[in-house]
T-cell receptor
């Protein structure tokens, strides 16, 4: 059964720092991997989706990489801002199934 | 991008009542929708897969008689929490699957916060 792990569970950084969030999954036969942002008490905002054939995706200050063979993905946030404070969720999808989520990394960026 | 709505966004009910949550795909047809539940400070846990015109598939540990799912059309799935109790209080999020050429993507609704008194 697919399991998704995110490290660290929480992270506090000063504004301006570059940071990396880690995600690992147990079964490498995935269809795609997606990173989401969730603000307290709110729904999900999709940040980046990487298809299984892709190695990375970029959107603004965000860059997500995927190494299927090792079962790992990273989300890189450049020049962090207080507005980036949120919980970041990694989720993987196998063909014909629903997304399976990790427990998330709660990020706090102080000004 | 594709849009998924949920109604209501927030509901407070008394213990023992039933609550219906609607999930709609607004600009695409979805033969498959998914229902998730999220307890405070926890991640999203898949409850069931809803297939248009057929019975839902429930994850292990989810009571199908308590969480009734109906997917009567290609744009609407409903989740009914029957005889709700305080331990059912949670954030319920649906997603709808959109096939677009060679890829399919799950789009998420904004969630419904259920509080059972």
């Amino acid at each position: 059964k697919q399991e998704v792990t995110q490290i660290p569970a929480a992270l506090s950084v000063p504004e301006g720092e570059n940071l990396v969030l880690n995600c690992s999954f147990t079964d490498s036969a995935i269809y795609n991997l997606q990173w989401f942002r969730q603000d307290p008490g709110k729904g999900l905002t999709s940040l980046l989706l990487i298809q299984s054939s892709q190695r990375e995706q970029t959107s603004g200050r965000l860059n997500a990489s995927l190494d299927k063979s090792s079962g790992r993905s990273t989300l890189y946030i450049a020049a962090s801002q207080p507005g980036d404070s949120a919980t970041y969720l990694c989720a993987v999808r196998e063909a014909g199934t629903a997304l399976i989520f990790g427990k998330g990394t709660t990020l706090s960026v102080s000004s | 991008g594709a849009v998924v709505s949920q109604h209501p966004s927030r509901v407070i009910c008394k213990s023992g009542t039933s609550v219906k949550i609607e999930c709609r795909s607004l600009d695409f047809q979805a033969t498959t929708m998914f229902w998730y539940r999220q307890f405070p400070k926890q991640s999203l846990m898949l409850m069931a897969t809803s297939n248009e015109g057929s019975k839902a598939t429930y994850e292990q540990g989810v009571e199908k008689d308590k969480f009734l799912i109906n997917h009567a059309s290609l744009t609407l799935s409903t989740l009914t929490v029957t005889s709700a109790h305080p331990e059912d209080s949670s954030f319920y999020i649906c997603s709808a699957e959109d096939f677009n050429g060679d890829t399919d993507t799950q789009y998420f609704g904004p969630g419904t916060r259920l509080t059972v008194l």
